[in-house]
């Protein structure tokens, strides 16, 4: 497995600016390729799960991997925490990002609203559809694109409400708006373990990642500067990328 991080400019210091709810697209780097076997309901709890020992460890969120995957780890610059974690895979990303959440109510409503509101703002639009983990939204904002011509950029974003946990999910590339090639992405989504651990915390704070073992970290300069984005607890932060379409 290799290790690869970039110097990433700190949430606190970054301004928002397009699609909220997503984490810093520079940072830690973990390549994997390997197989695994198929696909069950999820994500699940520590305490549900199944078998999971073959699964790359980040602490609190366990990944399992699949034969082509790479997996991008997203490193906060002034903390040098792990934030997220993005799956590349068959040419679109999914982005992951675990917080904490009460005993007795979720967090994918109240956050669902933000989001709406925050691309309102940006003149952009929030279509609310059924997917596979119940409400989804998939966000459109204008753009313009590299010939200068008007588009959209767009993300589709899940939320699931686990037990003192939320896990969020951000599609970006060709799965975004194609549903059979989102498929693996999803599989990757509902086979994730979450383990929240017995730490207090309040609600929607984030739940930093670990290195997995045996990573070997290189550094990498950093290319021109990066734009926050707005993420949970009003923390900006970045994301994957997202689909340019005319």
């Known amino acids: 497995m290799i290790f690869k991080r970039k110097n990433a400019k700190s949430p606190d210091d ?53 034969e082509g ?22 040419g ?18 109240g956050i669902a609203a933000q989001i709406e509101e925050s691309i309102g703002q940006q ?6 559809v059924e997917g596979r983990f119940g409400t989804e939204l998939i966000a459109r904002v204008p ?27 951000v599609i970006g590339g060709p799965a975004t708006l194609d549903r059979a090639q989102a498929e693996r992405l999803e599989d990757r989504f509902a086979r994730v373990v979450v383990d ?14 670990t290195m997995p073992a045996g990573a070997v970290a290189r550094q990498e300069p950093t290319e021109g500067s990066d734009d926050g984005e707005q ?3 009003g923390r900006p932060e970045r994301g994957p990328e997202i689909t340019q379409i005319g």
Do not use: C
């Not at 003149?123 to 609310?128: L, V």
């Not at 929240?196 to 739940?207: H, K, S, V």
């Open 231 to 233: 993420g949970l607890g």
């Open 196 to 209: 929240r651990g017995d730490q207090p915390m309040p609600p929607t704070e984030l739940i930093p990642l």
């Open 143 to 169: 753009a313009e694109g590299p010939d200068g011509t008007q588009g959209y950029m767009v993300a589709r974003f899940i939320g699931v409400d686990g037990g003192r946990w939320f896990l969020r999910g």
């Open 69 to 90: 995957m790479q997996l991008r780890l997203e490193v906060e610059e002034g903390s040098q925490r792990v934030i997220a974690a993005a799956l590349e895979l068959d």
């Open 14 to 66: 970054a301004e928002s600016e397009a699609l909220p709810g997503e984490a810093a697209d520079d940072g830690t780097h973990a390549e994997v390729d390997a197989v695994a076997p198929g696909n069950e309901q999820g994500p699940f709890d520590i305490d549900d799960a199944p078998d999971h020992d073959h699964y790359i460890d980040l602490g609190a969120l366990k990944i399992e991997p699949i």
């Open 92 to 109: 679109s990303r999914l982005q992951l990002q675990v917080f904490a959440a009460p005993k007795s109510s979720g967090l994918w409503d």
């Open 123 to 128: 003149d952009g639009k929030i279509d609310r």
